[in-house]
Structures are given as structure tokens and as C-alpha cells.
């Protein structure tokens, strides 16, 4: 079992920058695949960014690329989201996710531990 804890979140203006941060509890963490997903008011929750246990690959959303980076520190079992050039669309809450496995997929239903998550609102 491992429990994700969120964090960075908060209201920032278009073009800013904030940079999540994921704490994972469990001797596990560096087995799994981590993700971030997030959702809209009135949307579903979609993908944002993967990466693999070894950090070795990683996937982004078109919506992000170029944009959003997401690393991990297995030694701190944390995975983190930096998000840089902030735009309204952003704004959704934001949710940490650990994968079955050690590679990282773009599918929900490939991750077993979900966070609370954090909300990310960007003002105009």
C-alpha cells in the first residue's frame, strides 16, 4: 500500500509558475510508475504527466508539453510537477497517482494509489 500526499498548490496569476510535489508513504515507491492527472470543475479528469520508476521516460499531455516537467527523487519518495508559464486552463485540482507497474502510462486504470489532491487556480 502506499498513501500520496499533494502539495504547492495555490492562486497565481497567468504566466507564473508553481511547482507541485508529491510525498509517497511505503518502502515501495521507487517500484512504481507515478503520474499526475487533474480536474476541471464541470470536466472529467485527464492525464497531465507520467513517468516511469527510473525516471528513465516520462509522457506529457499535448496541453502541457513544453510547459509542465515532471521529475522524481526516489531517495525522498517524492515526484514532483513543475508547472511553468501558467495559463487559465489550467486551474483544476491536481492529483498524484502511482501506477501498477514501472512504466508510465497516460491511462487512469493503470493506477492503483491516488492523492487528495491540491488545487491550481490561475487567474487571468
Do not use: H
Not at 37 to 61: D, L, S
Amino acid at each position: 500500500q502506499v498513501q500520496l500526499v499533494e502539495s504547492g498548490g495555490g492562486l497565481v496569476q497567468a504566466g507564473d509558475s508553481l511547482r507541485l510535489s508529491c510525498a509517497a508513504s511505503g518502502r515501495t515507491f521507487r517500484n512504481y510508475a507515478m503520474g499526475w492527472f487533474r480536474q476541471a470543475p464541470g470536466k472529467e479528469r485527464e492525464f497531465v504527466a507520467a513517468i516511469a520508476w527510473n525516471a528513465a521516460t516520462t509522457g506529457y499531455a499535448e496541453s502541457v508539453k513544453g510547459r509542465f516537467t515532471i521529475s522524481r527523487d526516489n531517495a525522498k519518495n517524492t515526484v514532483y510537477l513543475q508547472m511553468n508559464s501558467l495559463k487559465p486552463e489550467d486551474t483544476a485540482i491536481y492529483y498524484c497517482a502511482g501506477a501498477a507497474g514501472s512504466k508510465w502510462s497516460a491511462s487512469q486504470s493503470a493506477y492503483l494509489f491516488w492523492g487528495q489532491g491540491t488545487q491550481v487556480t490561475v487567474s487571468s
